[in-house]
Every structure is written in C-alpha cells, then in structure tokens.
C-alpha cells in the first residue's frame, strides 16, 4: 500500500521559512510526479507546487511562485518544499501528493495524498 509521510508543519512568523517533507513508501517512487497542495480555512484546495519523476522540472502556483522550491530526493524517496517568505495567506493544511501525470491534474483526481501538515504563518 502506497503511503505518504509529511513532516515539517508547524508555527513559523511572518517572513520566515519552513521546510516540509515527504517520504513515500510502498510503491516505485521513479514512476511518479510528486507535488503539493494546500487548503486554508474556508478555501478551496489550491495547487502549490509539483515536480517531474526525475526532478528537472518544477512549476508552481501563482501565488507561491518566487518564494516556494519543490525538490525531489529518489534515494531517500522524498519530497521536499521550500517555503520562504512566509506570509499570513499561506496558512494552510499541506498536503503532499504522488501522481502518474505530469503536470499533475486537479485535485479530484490526484492519485496518492498524504495526510497533510498544518503551517501556520503569525503576524
């Protein structure tokens, strides 16, 4: 069974930054597109970062872009999100995903998620 293990939530200020990792078991990690979303309260989910199988290509969500850096990691079958210049609009479940398709699809399709991990930016 594939599972996904995310670690690196927590309570960061304003401006600084947070790194957020994920560990996939259970299935060839080589054979996926890794990525991120997130939810805050009372929104949508909301695409945040995904990266290719072999790790030469990332995109992003608008309103990351420029602050956030998704690497991937295959010996230690991880993923990893950068996040700098944390602002209060980035508070947020994360959650961490694995897909076949890249770029990866809309959420209601991903095929792996993770449990999420809770990033709360203070003021």
């Known amino acids: 069974q594939v599972q996904l293990q995310e670690s690196g939530g927590g309570l960061v200020q304003a401006g600084g930054s947070l790194r957020l990792s994920c560990v996939v078991s259970?299935?060839?990690?080589?054979?996926?597109?890794m990525g991120w979303f997130r939810q805050a309260p009372g929104k949508e989910r909301e695409f945040v970062a995904g990266i290719n199988l072999s790790g030469h290509r990332q995109y992003y969500g608008t309103t990351v872009k420029g602050r956030f850096s998704i690497s991937r990691d295959h010996a230690k079958n991880a993923t990893y999100l950068e996040m700098n210049n944390l602002k209060l609009e980035d508070t947020a479940v994360y959650y961490c995903?694995?897909?076949?398709?890249?770029?990866?699809?809309?959420?209601?399709?991903?095929?792996?998620w993770g449990q999420g991990t809770q990033v709360t930016v203070s003021s």
């Open positions: 995903v694995i897909d076949n398709l890249y770029p990866l699809p809309g959420p209601s399709q991903i095929d792996y």
């Open positions: 259970g299935h060839t990690f080589n054979a996926y597109a």
